[in-house]
């Protein structure tokens, strides 16, 4: 669900270049489905806001930010600089600042390149969709059940 109080914090800020804005409002709408709050410039910043201001925000008091990776979100100068600092609190000790999400072939950046990304390239809408959700969850979900003993003999 969406916070109506821009002072709260909100689970993920979503940053996204504008040409990847259907992406971005998928990935909003999804995480709000499954009970997370979301900031994203598309519905929460409004005509007279210092968006820059609201950028800063939204950057310092996310549990997470959430990069939508594409060859334009890449190549953007505006894009690069709010990956570079939510990344930089990532570096400073934020547990999974940054979460990139590849909605489009590319390939990231030397800096991003270490992080593992949520990746919904050439994939169904329901398969995006748990990807996406098992991607941004707190814990891994390993399996509860032995996956057998790989040196059995195989009859």
């Given at each position: 669900m969406a916070t109506n109080d821009p002072t709260q914090p909100v689970d993920?800020?979503?940053?996204?270049?504008?040409?990847?804005?259907?992406?971005?409002?998928?990935?909003?709408?999804?995480?709000?489905?499954?009970?997370?709050?979301?900031?994203?410039?598309?519905?929460?910043?409004?005509?007279?806001?210092?968006?820059?201001?609201?950028?800063?925000?939204?950057?310092?008091?996310c549990r997470h930010a959430l990069g939508v990776?594409?060859?334009?979100y890449l190549t953007s100068v505006f894009t690069r600089a709010e990956w570079t600092a939510a990344y930089r609190e990532t570096l400073l000790g934020k547990t999974r600042g940054f979460i990139p999400v590849r909605v489009a072939a590319c390939d990231v950046t030397p800096l991003l390149g270490p992080l593992v990304y949520i990746d919904l390239v050439d994939v169904e809408e329901g398969e995006a969709r748990s990807r996406l959700l098992a991607g941004v969850a707190d814990s891994t979900g390993r399996p509860r059940r032995s996956s057998g003993f790989p040196g059995a003999s195989r009859r």
């Open positions: 993920f800020f979503i940053t996204y270049n504008r040409n990847d804005a259907d992406w971005a409002t998928w990935i909003a709408e999804t995480l709000e489905a499954a009970g997370y709050t979301t900031a994203i410039q598309a519905w929460d910043f409004r005509p007279g806001d210092n968006f820059m201001a609201a950028m800063d925000h939204a950057l310092k008091t990776l594409s060859p334009d």
